[in-house]
């Protein structure tokens, strides 16, 4: 679960980090993974949901409490992760 997680919420994350360079000058050649990622990170949720997630759930229903334990601890994670650089950075 926390892989899929991360490949739904990377494409956000990775357009504003790509229009942050962007706007700090960055060359478009050093921003290109972000900017990639935006778009390639949405494939890959959907495959990540299509091939591995709901053809494990399929097969075992039991599985998916653990799945979405996962999911949901990753994005716990990601918060805490976030509000603390909202603290050190004074945002």
Not at 7 to 26: C, D, M, N
Not at 63 to 81: F, H, N, S, T
Request: proline share 5%; charged share 20%.
């Amino acid at each position: 679960g926390a892989l899929g997680v991360i490949e739904q919420t990377a494409p956000s994350r990775a357009v504003f980090v790509g229009k942050g360079l962007k706007r700090l000058g960055v060359p478009a050649g050093d921003r290109h993974y972000f900017d990639l990622h935006a778009i390639l990170d949405v494939k890959h949720a959907a495959a990540w949901n299509s091939e591995a997630i709901y053809p494990l759930v399929a097969s075992d229903p039991t599985l998916a409490p653990a799945i979405a334990e996962g999911a949901l601890m990753r994005l716990e994670c990601g918060a805490a992760c976030f509000r603390r650089y909202r603290q050190e950075f004074g945002l």
